[in-house]
């Protein structure tokens, strides 16, 4: 039996453990931003904020940590601190009420760090579990992962915003932030538990190869150094034997020179930093771009209706992220039968297009009752959404460069995040609020037709990598 399969079904529990804990301390704080931002004074610029500078702040950490963790070959450590240091940010939310004048900056920057982190453990996590977690073991896997975290997520989010309107302000947010960070220790602790067989098949043999490793990294940087590649797999000295060997005509083997060098330096770039992705993951990229663009310009203002327009309690807020999870959790087993039956891709398209249609239905919004039945839609799509996304992405990426993968993904997805929040407060501004809505349900549709479009025929043909000889 192979280390793998020895440790999944530890990894399985320890997972579920730590997602639970996750969602624990995660609904203790996020759920309650948007109306304690509300009690600080936020304007229509704060909510657009709250949402494009976390972004920013990812594409500016996320993708360079990324590629120093992947220096490390033990990584868990790392990204163990690494959540400690995320969550610690819970803990420095409940000084945000005491800053007066610099209240909602501090709270701005806060959650903007908070993302920001969270992106880095995000990317890590998921390239850990395409390595623990067999193909054939995904959906189910995360599947249950996610009820559970739904389940734990929904009793907390109302007991803590219960909780937090019978408490004077702001101890009702100091205590359920403080609560928060302590089950961020659990987490970290159930993280610390999971098994990683590259990590410890490495550790195993490290003393044994240690030599000849060392010994493959300098003949290999000899190699580089001298400015050539193996155009072929046999070795570079036929290589450049066969460059000068059929040309007579100096400046004939001047171009070909230039031109093996060109080649050369990109392929040793290219693979230097693993970019070699193929043609489908960066297809999906740019729809996951477009798409998330049309997503997220909306939520400053979803949040925006609830707390100032429709007077949102903390309690009617945590009824309301109940409602959603309940979505999600029928959503996840649902969801995670159609990627079972139609393949991730198309669970791509379906769960995207039917997110899509939700601002149409926020064109009618009273009151928080119809909120509810809105949001319990769109935790059923959006649930189908993250997980078959997530999925399709391991699919698309090859093992080797997959947390490099992730990164980018993640980094291309947020650049759009920064604008998308700000742009769609100020359509919001422009026009009435039904036109908004309206506007923004139609670029998400526009944008999960894009899922659809790379699954077509003529787009994964062009799609499959090209194998081609550069040299007889």
Same mark, same amino acid.
């Given at each position: 039996?192979?280390?793998?399969?020895?440790?999944?079904?530890?990894? =399985?529990?320890?997972?579920?453990?730590?997602?639970?804990?996750?969602?624990?301390?995660?609904?203790?704080?996020?759920?309650?931003?948007?109306?304690?931002?509300?009690?600080? !004074?936020?304007?229509?610029?704060?909510?657009?904020?709250?949402?494009?500078?976390?972004?920013?702040?990812?594409?500016?950490?996320?993708?360079?940590?990324?590629?120093?963790?992947?220096?490390?070959?033990?990584?868990?450590?790392?990204?163990?601190?690494?959540?400690?240091?995320?969550?610690?940010?819970?803990?420095?939310?409940?000084?945000?009420? @005491?800053?007066?004048?610099?209240?909602?900056?501090?709270?701005?920057?806060?959650?903007?760090?908070?993302?920001?982190?969270?992106?880095?453990?995000?990317?890590?996590?998921?390239?850990?579990?395409?390595?623990?977690?067999?193909?054939?073991?995904?959906?189910?896997?995360?599947?249950?992962?996610?009820?559970?975290?739904?389940?734990?997520?929904?009793?907390?989010?109302?007991?803590?915003? @219960? !909780? +937090?309107?019978?408490?004077?302000?702001?101890?009702?947010?100091?205590?359920?932030?403080?609560?928060?960070?302590?089950?961020?220790?659990?987490?970290?602790?159930?993280?610390?538990?999971?098994?990683?067989?590259?990590?410890?098949?490495?550790?195993?043999?490290?003393?044994?190869?240690?030599?000849?490793?060392?010994?493959?990294?300098?003949?290999?940087?000899?190699?580089?150094?001298?400015?050539?590649?193996?155009?072929?797999?046999?070795?570079?000295?036929? !290589?450049?034997?066969?460059?000068?060997?059929?040309?007579?005509?100096?400046?004939?083997?001047?171009?070909?020179?230039?031109?093996?060098?060109?080649?050369?330096?990109? $392929?040793?770039?290219?693979?230097?930093?693993?970019?070699?992705?193929?043609?489908?993951?960066?297809?999906?990229?740019?729809?996951?771009?477009?798409?998330?663009?049309?997503?997220?310009?909306?939520?400053? +203002?979803?949040?925006?209706?609830?707390?100032?327009?429709?007077?949102?309690?903390?309690?009617?807020?945590? =009824?309301?992220?109940?409602?959603?999870?309940? !979505? *999600?959790?029928?959503?996840?087993?649902?969801?995670? $039968?159609?990627?079972?039956?139609?393949?991730?891709?198309?669970?791509?398209?379906?769960?995207?297009?039917?997110?899509?249609?939700?601002?149409?239905?926020? +064109?009618?919004?009273?009151?928080?009752?119809?909120?509810?039945?809105?949001?319990?839609?769109?935790?059923?799509?959006?649930?189908?959404?993250?997980?078959?996304?997530?999925?399709?992405?391991?699919?698309?990426?090859?093992?080797?460069?997959?947390?490099?993968?992730?990164?980018?993904?993640?980094?291309?997805?947020?650049?759009?995040?920064?604008?998308?929040?700000?742009?769609?407060?100020?359509?919001?501004?422009?026009?009435?609020?039904?036109?908004?809505?309206?506007?923004?349900?139609?670029?998400?549709?526009?944008? *999960?037709?894009?899922?659809?479009?790379?699954?077509?025929?003529?787009?994964?043909?062009? *799609?499959?990598?090209?194998?081609?000889?550069?040299?007889?």
């Amino acid at each position: 039996m192979n280390v793998e399969n020895k440790f999944l079904r530890n990894n =399985i529990r320890n997972n579920l453990w730590n997602g639970i804990a996750w969602s624990i301390g995660f609904n203790f704080v996020t759920p309650f931003i948007g109306v304690l931002a509300a009690q600080l !004074g936020a304007t229509n610029r704060d909510y657009a904020l709250l949402s494009s500078i976390p972004a920013l702040l990812t594409i500016l950490i996320n993708l360079p940590a990324t590629m120093v963790i992947a220096r490390f070959r033990h990584q868990k450590r790392i990204i163990a601190g690494t959540i400690l240091l995320c969550r610690f940010f819970y803990f420095l939310l409940i000084f945000v009420p @005491y800053m007066q004048v610099s209240a909602m900056t501090a709270l701005i920057l806060l959650v903007g760090l908070y993302n920001a982190t969270n992106s880095v453990i995000a990317v890590a996590w998921q390239a850990m579990m395409g390595e623990i977690i067999p193909t054939r073991h995904r959906n189910r896997v995360f599947a249950q992962r996610n009820i559970w975290t739904g389940i734990s997520g929904m009793i907390v989010a109302f007991i803590a915003g @219960y !909780g +937090i309107d019978r408490l004077p302000y702001p101890y009702g947010y100091q205590i359920a932030f403080s609560i928060g960070f302590a089950f961020a220790l659990l987490e970290t602790w159930y993280f610390m538990r999971l098994r990683i067989p590259s990590e410890e098949t490495a550790s195993a043999i490290g003393r044994q190869s240690e030599g000849a490793l060392d010994s493959e990294i300098v003949a290999q940087e000899a190699v580089e150094s001298s400015g050539f590649e193996s155009v072929s797999e046999s070795g570079s000295d036929e !290589g450049q034997r066969e460059l000068f060997q059929y040309t007579s005509d100096e400046n004939a083997a001047g171009n070909l020179f230039e031109s093996h060098v060109r080649e050369s330096v990109l $392929r040793r770039w290219v693979t230097r930093f693993k970019l070699d992705l193929g043609r489908s993951y960066y297809l999906f990229c740019v729809s996951a771009i477009i798409y998330i663009f049309a997503w997220q310009a909306a939520w400053p +203002i979803y949040t925006k209706v609830k707390v100032d327009t429709l007077l949102a309690t903390n309690t009617m807020m945590s =009824i309301d992220t109940i409602v959603g999870a309940i !979505g *999600s959790l029928f959503g996840f087993q649902l969801w995670a $039968r159609i990627a079972d039956h139609k393949g991730t891709g198309w669970t791509v398209f379906a769960s995207a297009l039917m997110l899509a249609l939700t601002p149409y239905f926020w +064109i009618y919004a009273p009151n928080m009752t119809w909120v509810y039945v809105y949001d319990l839609i769109g935790g059923v799509a959006t649930a189908g959404f993250q997980q078959s996304a997530f999925n399709r992405l391991l699919e698309l990426v090859p093992e080797d460069g997959r947390q490099r993968a992730i990164a980018i993904y993640t980094t291309l997805s947020q650049v759009s995040a920064i604008f998308a929040p700000i742009i769609g407060m100020m359509i919001y501004t422009a026009v009435p609020y039904e036109m908004c809505m309206f506007i923004m349900g139609t670029v998400r549709v526009v944008g *999960s037709l894009c899922f659809l479009l790379i699954l077509s025929s003529m787009l994964m043909k062009m *799609s499959k990598p090209r194998r081609r000889t550069l040299g007889r």
